[in-house]
C-alpha cells in the first residue's frame, strides 16, 4: 500500500511541486538564517581565532572580548609570578582612526603584540616576514583590510587607486607613519574594520593619548598544567579574570571567552531576536504552504481515502500511509532547501558576506523542523480522512 | 430450519435507517427484511430514492441502522466496532460503487490491487492476480495507463475487475452496467454471476438496467426503504417505474 501512497503523491506533479517548493522554501529559509546568525555570532569572538593563546588574562570587570578594559603594566609581573605560568605576554587591542595618503580617514582595530614573543601574531602572511615587524614605524594588515584601506590609497605615481594596499605602502596612525611590511590572512570580525598589527610597544605610541594600553595578557601553561586549571590559580592569586580560549561552539568550556562574547552578544543584542524570528517565519510558512497544500492533496482524494476504507483498510494502514505521502515529501524538500542552502552559502563564503556558518547540527535542526512539518501535515490529513463516512462512497 | 440457516448468505432484518435531525428525518428504510442466499446472483430494484444504496451500505457494514440485525455468512454485524467492521469487509466483501471511485493518480492496475494490497498480499503477486483479472474484463493492455484515458465503459470494468480481483465471498454492486454497452454489460454480468455459483458466495446488484434482469436468480423490488416483493421471473416485476 505503501508504494500505492507514493504513486498517489507523485501522481498529482503540480500539487507536489507545490508542496515541495513550500518544504524545500522553509528548510532554506531555516537553514539559512541560522547559518548567517552563527556566522555573525562567530565573528563576534573573532580575536579568540586570530590571537592564538591558551589563557587569556583581563579585568575582572570584562565580559567579552571586544570589550577591553585596560590593565596596569604592572599586572603583567603578578601574573608571571603565578605558579603554573611558562610565559605572559602583553596585548593590546583598540580602534583607531587612520589616516590614508589621499588624506580620508578609515577606523582600525589595532593590535598590539609582544614583540619578544610574538604571541598572538597572524598565522598566515600572504607578503612579507613577520620578522621585518621589528623595524620601527612598521605595520602587519591583513588582506581583507588592506583591501578596504586600498581602495582609497594613492599609488606612487600620485593617481588614486582601487588596488589593496600591499608591503612597502604606508599610512598613519595618530600623525606617526606606519609603513605596511606584511600581509596576513586573518578570520574578519564582527567589529571593526581593518586589522592593523603591530608591537606591543609601538601600539603604545600609537594610542598617545590612553593611559593604560594592557588590553588583555596572553599565557601560556606550564606543561601539565591545563588552561582551566591556570585560570583557577590566576583569579585566585591577581584578582584578575582568566580565560580559556577553545571556540569550538559545541565544546567550549565554562571559561572560554569565546563562550562568554557568544553569550553576551546573544543577551544584549538583537542580533538573536531578529534570526530568530526569520527562523520561525520559514517554519511557520513551512507550515502553511505544506500543511495547507497537503491538506488539498487530501481534500482532493478524500473520497479515493474514503474508498480505500470501505474496501477495508484500517485507520492504521491509511495513517500510515498519509505519513509515508508527507514524510516522503519532507524528505525530498529538505534535500532541496537544504542543497540551496549550501549553495547559496557556497556563494556566500567566497564573499565572506555576510558570513555563514552551517553546522551539521543546523542540517540536523532544519531537518528535525522540516520532519514537524510534514508530521503536523500528515496528522491533519489523518484528522480530515478519520471523519471521512465510508459509507459516502456509496453515493454519487 | 438448520438447513435453511445454512443456505442464508446476508440476513437483514427490521432494519430502520434515518438520516437528518430528528426534526428533519429523511427515512431510507424502514423496517426492511432482506434475504441473499448462498451461490446466488441476487438483483435489488426499484425508484430512485427507495433506499436500494442505503440497504447496501447497511450490508456491507459501511452504516450502522438505527434499528434491526445484519448478518453475513454467518456474522452479525450489530455490536462490532469499527475496526472489526473494516477488518471483515477486508476480508469478505468486493465492491462496484455507484461512482466508480477509482484513483486517478494510480494505474489501472494499481487501482485493482488495492483490494489485495489491502490484505497484506505481496506487490508481485497482487500484481500478477490483477493483470490476469484485468485480461477477464477485456482491459488487456490499458494496465499501465490512468483510469482517465479510458472510457466510462471501460472505467467500469476497471471497477468490476477491482471488485472481484480478490474473489470476496459477498459481491455487492451499485448499477455496475450503467455505463456499458448491451454486449459489454452482458459480457460483465456473465463474469460476476460466475463468480456467485459457489456455496461460499453471493452477488447482489443493485440496477435499473432491465437488460440484465436475466442473470438475476432472484430479484428484489424495493418501494418506500422496504422490500416490497421478491421474484423469481423478471417478467414478473412491475417494471412502470423502471
Ligand atoms: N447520507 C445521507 N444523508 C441524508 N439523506 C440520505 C443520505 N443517504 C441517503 N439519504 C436519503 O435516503 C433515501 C434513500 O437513498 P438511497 O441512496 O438509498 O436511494 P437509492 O434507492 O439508492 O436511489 P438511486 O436509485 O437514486 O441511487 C433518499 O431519500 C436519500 O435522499
Ligand atoms: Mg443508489
Redesign the interface.
Known sequence: ?Y??AL??????RAKLAMLLCGLAFSALLMAQQSSVFFGIMSWTYTPMVNIRAQVWVSDPMVEQVNDAKPLRDTDLGRVRSVDGVAWAAPLHTSFVQARMQDGNFKLITLVGIDADTFAGAPAVLTQGRIEDHRLPDTVIVDEWGASLMGRMGVGPDGKPRSTPLKVGDTFEINDIQARIVGICKVKRAFTGGPFVYTTYDRAKGYTLGARRTLSFMLVEPQKGVTPAELCGRIERDTGLKAWTSDTVIWNWGERSLARNTFWWFWTNTGIPFSFGTAVLLGLFVGIAISGQTFYSFVLE?L??F??????????G?IARMLFVQAFTAGLIGFGLGAGMAQAIGRAMIEKGMPPFVMFPQILWATFALVLGISFVSAIIGIIKVSRV???S???? | MSHEAHSIAVRASGVDMFFGTPDNQVVALKQADFEARRGELIMLVGPSGCGK?TL??VI?G??TPQAGTVEVFGQRLDGLG??EL??????N?G?V???F?L?????VI?NV???L???GRP?DEARARSLSIIDKVGLKGREDGRPNALSGGQQQRVAIARALVHEPPLLIC?EPTSALDKDTGAHIMQLVRDLSRSPERCVVVVTHDHRIFRFADRIAEMEDGRISRVVDDPKLLDTTHL
Not at chain 1, 474514503?306 to 485507520?315: E, L, P, Q, R, T
Not at chain 2, 473494516?86 to 476480508?91: L, N, Y
Open positions: 500500500m508504494r500505492l504513486n498517489m503523491l507523485f501522481g498529482d482524494n473520497k479515493y474514503a474508498a480505500i476504507k470501505a474496501m477495508g483498510a484500517g485507520m494502514v463516512d465510508a459509507a462512497v456509496f453515493r454519487g | 444504496t447496501l451500505s456491507a459501511t452504516l469499527q475496526e473494516t477488518a471483515f469487509r477486508r476480508k466483501l465492491f460503487f455507484q461512482s471511485n484513483i486517478p493518480t494510480l494505474s494499481e490491487m488495492v483490494p494490497l489491502i490484505q506487490y451499485d
